[in-house]
């Protein structure tokens, strides 16, 4: 006789891909005309946008630029500014047709002169790909077996993915100079830092809130240079499709383009901006799985049917927070602006421990102790660990930096800058699960087949395996005992009623 189980499905999103891909570019940069000789580098920065991403049965395809930027100075000692747009664009084949998520973000930048009239500027730039198709799990099992009929039950929760949304919004803000600044007389830099400040989940909308970071260095009419930074303040929804009750939100924001200029009829005290920015959000939630591991019956021969089944659910998240400190001996007056770049973070396991480091890169932009502008970079790092099982993975989900304290003196540049890793743990379970099987006859005894058995355990058992021993019941040897867990322990004196 065929034993055939109710069928359950469960609709989820499966990450079909999940990957990050490294890249780095170099662009050659004529000096203009109209600009003095190179003297030397002093700073080089530089913000990744996307301009194009797409899924499809032919693959990815993703296409973006580093909005970068060089300061030198020129033999005239005067600081000039440089742009460049590097292209840079990602190819990966998919196996089937998705929801693509894309992040990417500038892990460093410098440059060099080649000669007094050309530049060399190298970007290493991270691309972080998900993407999520639609999938189905199907549960078995028997909702009232019959009692001759044992299985062994087992509930697996897992936070999963379950539904995908986009929102793409464009920031336009005129920012003001506070009042003990001096007017912008020429504009030398800009960098762009997205962060989010608080998300969740409304019915069948993503609701994000944060502030778009903008860092600005300046010269003055009277050529100083005047570092300045503004926080502009959003809030916006996008649409998930369904209603997700109780879930959890991930959002991850990126730069698709970005445009600064100095207002002139303001007595240059007012900076246009106008950013476009693309949000990726992730709603995740609980789904129950219920997976028979095992069965068999009392008065029967029972062949099972077994199909594999491989789930991922994500573990937790956790913000690990550390204080980056970095220093260098050479001998400094005064510090005029800073800037952070994460490199690739480096996993290594250590026992049940994950310890993590992330390389960090600090351009710096100082004065001499003659009063000469000068550029250096100060690499250092944080380190963290977490407790994760072997079979566990693990992967930054967001990297914040906070504000930069910098000193200098004459033994050096002393840099601190407190930091929070954003850290996601997901495992991958692999379980056999009855789908269905035959039953058949016992073979027949002589007659002789006791109605109760006296058994000591000589190790730790499960109750489970000693019912299925001798075609009983878990809960008939539960009642007998009075037993109120069920894995027994070494040395035990069972009554086994059969």
Known sequence: MELIFQETPIQYLKQIVNETVHLEQTADIVVSDSMPDIDRVV??????????????????????????????????????????????????????????????????VDARAL???????????????????????????????????????????????????????????????????????RLLKCVYRTQLAEQKVVGDKAVFKGALHLHVLYEDENERLVSSQWDVPFSQYAQLGQEQEEAELSTHLSLAGAEIETDMQNQSRRLLVSVNLMAHCTAFGQKKLTVIEDAFCTDAE?????????????????VLRENLTASSDTPAKSVVDACMYFEEMQLQRMDDKLHLELPVNCNVLYYDEQGLLQGKTLRSGVASQIALAENGGCRIVQ????????????????????????????????????CGGEIGELAKDDGRRPSVILRRTDNEEELWQIA????????????????????????AMLLIPM
């Open 468 to 491: 299925k021993t001798y075609r009983t019941s878990v809960q008939t040897i539960m009642e007998a005992n009075e037993l109120q867990e069920a894995q027994i322990a070494a040395g």
């Open 302 to 318: 029972l062949t099972p049917e077994v199909t594999p089944c491989r789930m991922e659910g994500i573990l937790d998240r956790q």
């Open 43 to 108: 700073d080089a920065f530089g913000t990744a946008m996307i301009r194009t991403a797409q899924c499809s049965t032919s693959g990815i395809g993703v296409e973006g630029i580093v909005q970068a930027g060089v300061l030198f100075v020129g033999e005239n000692g005067k600081v000039q500014p440089i742009a460049a747009q590097i292209p840079f664009s990602v190819r990966k084949d998919v196996s089937q047709q998705g929801t693509l998520q894309c992040k990417c973000t500038l892990r460093s």
């Open 115 to 185: 000669n007094s009239r050309k530049l060399l500027v190298r970007v290493g730039i991270s691309c972080e790909l998900k993407v999520y198709a639609q999938a189905e799990h199907i549960c078995y099992d028997i909702a009232e077996p019959a009692p001759n009929l044992q299985l062994k039950r087992m509930e697996l929760p897992l936070n999963m993915p379950l539904a995908v949304g986009e929102k793409s919004f464009v920031l336009n803000e005129e920012l003001e100079l506070p009042a003990d600044q001096p007017a912008v007389e």
């Open 399 to 434: 990297i914040e930096g906070g504000e930069i304290f910098c000193a200098a003196g004459s033994s050096g540049l002393e840099l601190r800058a407190p930091m929070a890793l954003t850290v996601e743990c997901s495992a991958e379970h692999s379980l056999n699960m009855l």
